[in-house]
């Protein structure tokens, strides 16, 4: 069988390539790719600011996320423990990058998007954990349009951590998604259509890192110590097609060898550039994968890719997308000691990890640290300081909701994505812990 190069040349575009593809579309924020990246979310809209913790009410997060045509900021950091599940609005950005100290997490019930659409999501921790019902995920994209997602942690799902049945054209990228709890502890049933998902962080789910069925790009994803198996087929009737680039699995304590599984000749599967460490020695020192274990698991192997979105997605070898998901992966602004203990686990290459039952294996959860977020007079998401370096009023809420027609960007998406671009550039080892 033929062995392709593991830096598949052929499909990796010279980054100042992609950056013109990308100014020929207002991106959903510098950095954003694949079929997800148009998404604009709450651009040029009103500001919703979440001021206090609570379940319901005014300040609540879910008072405002429900809502459709807004931005949602944070005034305030620390876990939402949500008393029932909650649906989000379309035309919506939250951006928890603006959450000071700590962070923001969502816990105890599922946050879901159903039928909703054109949605931008960064830097929030979604765990769902034992309080959740039994057959339900922690964020739910089903029958959901044009999603991004970014630097999320989305953990502690019952079913699922993500399910995304019904999903169109949508992307999750730099995040982390792990930890599954009883009674099925897996990653994500992602049956979409056109959905990219790079640069994760998969670890400690017992199966489904995804499960994928419809039209799936799978770029440059780290899978960490599953339990009966890494990546699944859709091993349906029906058609699939997936794209394996430049991923790297890695075994660990709990891992069966099957670190792909489940495809039947239904599961149409370009790969190429991917990585299998199934020795538990401490090194990272994977082996190529060839098409022959594709075969082998009754997957029908084909030549080229399927998937070209509109913005494209920047592959890197496989081994550097371990050190970039170590170091970048989740809510990478302030990790929490939750994801801190999942990239030290990534980093002994196949010696610690664990699946386990629910969250209270780990102790009493992480403190919040409160951190008072600086004075916005007019309530527009953006801190006085920041309107008066750039020549803004800091008394008319107006003027961040104006469109740049040199970015298209809206000023309060330029302060936004400046502080997401602020954090600290740690090396492998000393990594961001807090804001």
């Not at 792909?260 to 994977?286: R, S």
């Not at 550097?320 to 801190?340: F, I, T």
């Not at 102790?363 to 004075?375: F, I, L, R, T, Y």
Request: charged share 20%; aromatic share 6%.
């Amino acid at each position: 069988m033929r062995l392709r190069s593991p830096l598949t040349f052929l499909l990796m575009l010279p980054l100042a390539t992609v950056s013109a593809l990308a100014q020929s579309v207002t991106i959903s924020f510098p950095g954003a790719e694949g079929f997800g990246a148009s998404a604009s979310g709450g651009r040029g809209q009103p500001v919703l600011t979440v001021s206090n913790l609570q379940d319901d009410g005014p300040g609540s997060f879910r008072a405002a996320a429900t809502r459709s045509n807004v931005t949602i900021v944070f005034a305030v950091s620390g876990t939402v423990h949500l008393k029932s599940n909650m649906e989000l609005g379309s035309d919506l950005t939250i951006a928890g990058q603006t959450a000071a100290g700590g962070g923001i997490t969502i816990a105890d019930a599922k946050v879901s998007m159903t039928h909703a659409h054109n949605i931008i999501i960064r830097y929030v921790r979604f765990r769902g954990g034992i309080a959740e019902s039994p057959k339900v995920s922690s964020l739910n994209l089903s029958d959901a349009a044009h999603v991004m997602l970014d630097h999320l942690s989305i953990e502690w799902g019952r079913w699922d951590n993500i399910q995304t049945n019904g999903n169109t054209y949508s992307t999750i990228q730099n995040s982390i998604i792990g930890q599954g709890i009883v009674p099925q502890r897996f990653g994500c049933l992602c049956e979409s259509d056109y959905l990219t998902l790079t640069r994760n962080l998969w670890i400690d789910n017992k199966s489904r890192n995804p499960k994928g069925k419809g039209h799936i790009q799978y770029v440059n994803n780290v899978v960490y110590n599953w339990g009966v198996a890494g990546y699944v087929g859709g091993h349906g009737a029906e058609d699939h097609f997936a794209d394996l680039i430049n991923n790297y699995f890695i075994a660990g304590p709990n891992s069966a060898d099957s670190f792909i599984g489940e495809f039947t000749k239904t599961d149409h599967t370009y790969q190429t550039g991917n990585y299998a460490d199934l020795n538990h020695n401490g090194q990272l020192d994977g082996q190529l994968v060839t098409d022959d274990a594709f075969e082998h698991v009754n997957a029908d192997v084909v030549p080229n890719p399927f998937a070209k979105p509109e913005i494209p997605v920047h592959v890197l070898p496989a081994i550097e997308a371990v050190s970039l998901g170590a170091k970048d992966a989740g809510d990478s602004l302030c990790r929490d000691s939750v994801d801190r203990e999942l990239v030290n686990q990534l980093l002994s290459y196949g010696k610690q990890g664990k699946l386990i039952v629910d969250e209270t294996e780990l102790g009493p959860p992480p403190p919040s640290s409160e951190v008072a977020s600086p004075k916005d007079s007019d309530g527009d998401g953006i801190p006085d300081a920041w309107e008066h370096a750039h020549h803004l009023n800091p008394h008319d809420a107006s003027d961040g909701q104006r469109i740049d027609p040199k970015t298209g960007y809206s000023k309060l998406e330029t302060y936004l994505n400046e502080l997401a671009e602020s954090k600290p550039q740690s090396r492998l080892g000393s990594m961001a812990v807090c804001r």
